[in-house]
């Protein structure tokens, strides 16, 4: 089996676990495909590495396990500095943790940057995902202007 195919059968048996709510289970498989991530060269697995840090950092701010989300955070920042798949992203789920762990002046600060640098459509980053983010952000823009 391709090193990518075990990476994405990983991912499908982390989010199974997460989904039965087994979270040692998802921690156990999100540790070892992060494991065959770091073994493989990063020009093998782009997109899918990339996608597969994503999705367990998803998982993660999904259960608000926020020391967790900051270690996965680190580690798509990371894998991103040697892709740079999209620093934008990286970006606005920076956003997302700072605003969760109530540091609501880099959250802003972070998603003024990635609506600066995301061209005609702005907002991309924020679609699909939980509106508080984008009307804290709307809101933050309007203060701001008003000063």
């Known amino acids: 089996m391709a090193v990518t195919d075990e990476i994405i059968e990983l ?20 540790e070892q495909g992060y ?8 020009d093998t697995i782009q997109d899918i590495g990339y996608r597969y840090i994503k999705m367990i950092l998803k998982g993660y701010l999904g ?7 900051k270690k996965w955070l ?7 500095n040697e ?7 990286v970006g606005f789920y ?5 605003f969760e762990t109530g540091n ?16 005609n459509n702005h907002f991309r980053y924020f679609e699909g ?11 933050q823009t309007k203060l701001q202007e008003s000063k």
């Open 35 to 42: 494991s065959l991530i770091e073994q493989t060269s990063v």
């Open 83 to 89: 892709v740079h798949f999209s620093d934008e992203e």
């Open 104 to 119: 609501l002046e880099e959250a802003y600060k972070q998603w003024r940057e990635v609506v600066r640098h995301s061209g």
């Open 129 to 139: 995902e939980d509106k508080k983010y984008v009307e804290f952000y709307k809101k």
């Open 74 to 80: 680190d580690r798509l920042i990371k894998f991103n």
């Open 11 to 30: 991912g499908k048996k982390a989010v199974a676990e997460r989904n039965n709510n087994n979270f040692v289970g998802f921690e156990k498989y999100a």
């Open 63 to 69: 259960n608000q396990s926020f020391d967790l989300v």
């Open 94 to 98: 920076s956003g997302v943790y700072h």
